[in-house]
């Protein structure tokens, strides 16, 4: 049986034979996301069933009449003078598919929608450009925006009238009003400055350029952390007295803080906020991994999404705060957090997918949100494991209707070699439960960002497994996403789809360059560079700003630089100049960083809470880097102070003035904080030199007389046989 005409349309007869055809070909194992059903055929199918998209096949045979945002929308719409209904959404959100479910796979909501409107749907993870342009419209109008993102615009893509997500009632009784009002000559002029109205409000915002520039001083750094205090929980940890989202970028800004003023209250914070996320309910305790955030302020009960950019960012900020404190709870956060990502968010090629639903099927088959986390004492019982009743909090009431969301108390003692083994029983026998869906498009710079972290934990914990998954991800990344000039922002269907955004490049870049120290391969070092010189290319417009996309949007060009659930494009091309920066002679990586950071002091200035990324960046770009590990001497040394060493990889053609170089005159490498045994050093004969001297090259191991704490100074001199470099100081900050 051939698919129906959706209501209220008069499609043409060739599309919709294409259509169909394209339906037809998916073959005998595709299952259409739809309940109405012929037989074992869809009823409807739209033109999303051409698109690569995972979110926008969910919607392929809705009755809805669904176009992929493209020239074409526009273009209809502009031809058949009708308003566009847009939604935006992704594949794991869990309001966008009730809202699927009420209204979007209704015929009689359908049949409003279709003749009143040009349907169109969005992918917010495949358009984050487009994504951010409308999300701002919903905000400026409602004061608050979510997903879906539902947004009625003009022929010319212009927005007159928001709104997330809408109960079924509510949306027919919207949907008719606007149509109604469309077709009332007396009423478009009001329409119309609506939508004036709305598009400039959000052309100030979203293509805002600073024409000056402000200082940012220890001030400025130390309002953020001002702020943060007066945000944060004191009795829960986190930034919310409500729903709680990790934030991750607040914490590695107090991380920072910390290690360069020694502010105690910025690891006090952070420590709080970090311990109960490893206790509480967010963090995915039977498998590993976290959810996206809570819907309560003691981290208990997830919304239950599970997102990559939120496994990459958490765990990079859980090996920073052990770097710091040698804590095993939060290495074993990190680390179950990479079991997870290899275990079930891989792909055969070595690349990473995009998320997890919240939902899955219940044991009586109907869709719930947590199904597949939360526990019951009786399940436990099933298993036999009883035990784990008490230890994970399964015998407190439960916060859901259907089950217990496994936590711990973060103030008491855990045995977490007896608790692993328990969970990892109850992972086992979760199997049998039906998993949650997962969005298996790669995205290209949420990649880059668990690359990043993997890159650095092998080095922080001396582990080679992590910087070689890095690698096979890395190596999957350049083979499909790279063509030579541009990198694509996805893979799915077997192929590469759009160019990559601003964020893309970066973050994939920051990547390649964590790599590139991990692992001593200048292949990656190489990469990263390509892959600045492309972002400078494409999205740079002459001012120091940086556009989120290179082609510009229905309003003109996209800028973003306030720092979300994840850092803006433009916050993570600071980072990147600045780290390039320091590991490069080429002053036009400097002069780029300094026009950046520049363009952006002003609002960073105003609002740095708006930028945590952005902050971190920018006194990178000053005073260097402050972790553990740090680039010395334009990138020809790198330094890594451990609990019982120095380590110094010292760059072909160069070497470091030893501690005692043998000639007064010299500036020999020292420790100011901690007494080390300095190895002797090589002879060399400099030509500058009447004496011989002795020198470091290569690999160096400095033992220290006992373990660092506090700040530790390390001064250095690096030359090559023609000339030395300004003598350069690194500062470690140790507890």
């Known amino acids: 049986m051939a698919a129906q005409l959706p209501p209220g349309t008069d499609r043409d ?20 996301r739809t309940h109405l059903m012929d037989g074992d055929r869809a ?34 719409a502009a031809r058949r003078d009708m308003p566009i209904f847009l939604s935006v959404g992704y594949a794991t959100c869990h309001w966008c598919h009730v809202m699927e479910e009420e209204s979007f796979d209704n015929e009689a909501v359908a049949e409003i929608l279709n003749k009143n409107f040009i349907p169109v749907k969005i992918d917010r993870e495949q358009h984050p450009e487009l994504d951010h342009l409308y999300i701002t419209a ?51 002029p009001e329409i119309e400055a609506l939508a004036n109205n709305l598009s400039d409000a959000v052309r100030r915002l979203t293509q805002m350029r600073s024409g000056i520039s402000a200082a940012l001083t220890e001030d400025t750094y130390a309002l953020a952390a001002t702020q943060l205090e007066q945000m944060h929980n004191a009795l829960e940890g986190g930034f919310s007295q409500t729903q709680q989202f990790p934030q991750e970028g607040y914490l590695l800004f107090l991380l920072d803080h910390w290690r360069r003023t020694g502010d105690d209250s910025a690891l006090t914070m952070a420590f709080e906020t970090l311990d109960a996320i490893a206790a509480g309910g967010i963090h995915a305790h039977a498998g590993g991994g976290f959810h996206r955030y809570t819907v ?34 939060y290495r074993r956060a990190a680390e179950r957090t990479f079991d997870y990502v290899a275990r079930d968010m891989t792909d055969p090629d070595g690349a990473f997918y995009a998320a997890e639903d919240a939902d899955s099927r219940a044991s009586n088959g109907e ?101 070689q998954m ?13 063509d030579g000039e541009k990198l ?42 390509l892959l600045t010189a492309a972002m400078t290319r494409d999205f740079a417009d002459g001012t120091g700003r940086l556009k989120m996309a290179a082609l510009d949007g229905p309003l003109g060009p996209i800028y973003d630089s306030t720092d979300g659930a994840v850092p803006s494009g433009e916050s993570s091309a600071l980072e990147l100049l600045a780290l390039s920066t320091r590991r490069s002679t080429d002053l036009a990586l400097e002069e780029s960083a300094l026009d950046l950071k520049n363009a952006l002091s002003a609002p960073l200035a105003e609002q740095p809470l708006l930028r945590p990324d952005a902050l971190i960046a920018a006194r990178i770009l000053d005073d260097g880097e402050s972790g553990r590990r740090q680039s010395l001497a334009r990138g020809t040394v790198r330094a890594h102070l451990l609990s019982d060493r120095l380590d110094l990889i010292i760059a072909d053609g160069w070497h470091v003035n030893a501690a005692q ?71 470690f900050r140790l507890p």
């Open 138 to 188: 919903t905000q400026l109008q409602n004061g608050h925006a979510g997903w879906p993102n539902s947004v009625f615009l003009m022929p010319d893509a212009r927005p007159f009238h928001t709104a997330g997500y809408m109960p079924r009632d509510h949306f027919m009784q919207i949907i008719a009003a606007i149509g109604q009002s469309w077709r009332e000559p007396v009423r478009r």
């Open 43 to 76: 009823r409807y199918v739209n033109r999303l069933i051409d698109e690569p998209s995972p979110y926008l096949l969910q919607h392929a045979h809705n009755p809805v009449d669904w176009r992929p945002w493209s020239e074409d929308a526009l273009a209809e």
């Open 367 to 467: 869709l719930e949100e947590g199904a597949f986390y939360v526990w019951t004492p009786e399940d436990l019982a099933t298993h036999g494991l009883t035990d784990a009743t008490n230890a994970l909090g399964l015998d407190d009431a439960p916060t859901l209707d259907h089950g217990g969301v496994p936590h711990l108390d973060p103030f008491a003692d855990t045995d977490f070699d007896r608790l692993d083994l328990m969970l990892d029983a109850m992972r086992e026998a979760r199997e049998t439960r039906v998993r949650p869906l997962r969005d298996d498009k790669i995205i290209a710079g949420w990649n880059g960002l668990m690359i990043r972290t993997l890159a650095e934990a092998s080095e922080a914990f001396g582990n080679r497994a992590y910087s």
């Open 488 to 529: 694509a922002r996805f893979w799915a269907d077997g192929a590469a789809h759009e160019q990559g955004a601003l964020q893309d490049h970066v973050w994939v870049a920051l990547g390649f360059l964590a790599l590139g120290d991990a692992t001593g391969a200048a292949v990656w070092t190489d990469r990263a560079r």
């Open 13 to 32: 007869a060739q599309v919709h034979a294409r259509l169909e055809s394209i339906y037809l070909s998916k073959g005998p194992d595709y299952t259409p």
């Open 661 to 731: 170089p043998g000639a007064d005159w010299l500036i020999g490498a020292s420790l100011q904080g901690t007494s080390a045994a300095w190895p002797e050093g090589k002879p060399f004969e400099a030509g500058f030199a009447d004496a011989e001297i002795r020198v470091y090259d290569g690999r160096v191991s400095v033992p220290l007389d006992n373990a660092p704490s506090g700040k530790i100074i390390l001064t250095l001199q690096v030359c090559s046989h023609e000339i030395c470099l300004e003598p350069e100081e690194a500062t």
């Open 296 to 329: 309560d302020p003691n981290w208990r009960t997830p919304h239950f999404e599970k997102m990559l950019y939120n496994q990459a960012q958490l765990a990079r900020v859980f090996v920073q705060a052990w770097e710091i404190t040698g804590a095993a709870h």
């Open 470 to 482: 890095a690698v096979q991800a890395a190596d999957s990344l350049w083979r499909r996403f790279w």
